[in-house]
């Protein structure tokens, strides 16, 4: 979705918490939803992804569920480590058309974990 | 695998100088890159699409005067940010996609940091 100049939201959890990250889709056509992790002053990391065909997928203590009706995307993480902060990006992608292999990214979301 | 570098990791310039960023793909062959603007507390929004051989594409609003792309090889591509100003400070990042892989499959560098005083 569309996110540019608008400042990120956040989240605070305790360690060992489970965390919901919550992101909002803007183009129903989109093939794939990306989910990554950026550290302060890094690029971003590939975390997991799913297909738009798909609801559901889970990783390693992390599980992203896929709502097409309202299009809508979330990030579970299992357990939350101190590791784990950073900021979280949805993005979508189009496989096809005018649009192919380019990322939007999403508004983003601030998780601080507390030991 | 799938590593991309960028240089320099960050630079200060002076305004109304020009300023150019590298992308490379380190052990693949990158057809396609992506660059990035991020400003602080803020999304990445994509600028252009750079297609080794061939003119980049350019995002609405994007001045592609001002951010010049070359991508004259599969491993890298440059972003020259012209007659730069203190508007154009910001996080750049450039993604490289392998030539076999899905579109969606895109490895991100480490980022380069522009100052402009």
């Known amino acids: 979705g569309e996110s540019v100049g608008l400042h990120l939201p956040t989240l605070s959890v305790q360690e060992g918490d489970n965390s919901i990250i919550n992101c909002a889709y803007s183009?129903?056509?989109?093939?794939?939803f990306i989910w990554y992790k950026q550290e302060s002053g890094k690029g971003p990391q590939f975390i997991i992804d799913?297909?738009?065909?798909?609801d559901k997928r889970q990783g390693q203590r992390v599980t992203v569920l896929l709502n097409k009706t309202v299009k809508h995307l979330s990030l579970q993480i299992a357990a939350t480590q101190p590791g784990d902060s950073a900021v979280y990006f949805c993005?979508?992608?189009?496989?096809?058309?005018?649009?192919?292999?380019?990322?939007?990214f999403g508004r983003g979301t601030q998780l601080t974990v507390w030991p | 695998g799938a590593v991309v570098s960028q240089h320099p990791s960050w630079v200060i310039c002076k305004s109304g100088t020009s300023v150019k960023i590298e992308c490379r793909s380190l052990?693949?062959?990158?057809?396609?890159m992506f660059w990035y603007r991020q400003f602080p507390k803020q999304s990445l929004m994509l600028m252009a699409t750079?297609?080794?051989?061939?003119?980049?594409?350019?995002e609405q609003g994007v001045e592609k005067d001002k951010f010049l792309i070359n991508h004259a090889s599969l491993t890298l591509s440059t972003l020259t940010v012209t007659s730069a100003h203190p508007e154009d400070s910001s996080f750049y990042i450039c993604?490289?996609?392998?030539?076999?892989?899905?579109?969606?499959?895109?490895?991100f560098g480490p980022g380069t940091r522009l100052t402009v005083t």
């Open positions: 183009n129903s056509a989109s093939d794939y």
């Open positions: 750079s297609n080794e051989g061939s003119k980049a594409t350019y």
């Open positions: 993005a979508e992608i189009a496989d096809r058309g005018s649009t192919l292999g380019r990322l939007y």
């Open positions: 799913i297909r738009s065909n798909m």
């Open positions: 052990d693949f062959q990158a057809t396609t």
């Open positions: 993604s490289a996609r392998d030539s076999g892989a899905r579109a969606y499959e895109q490895y």
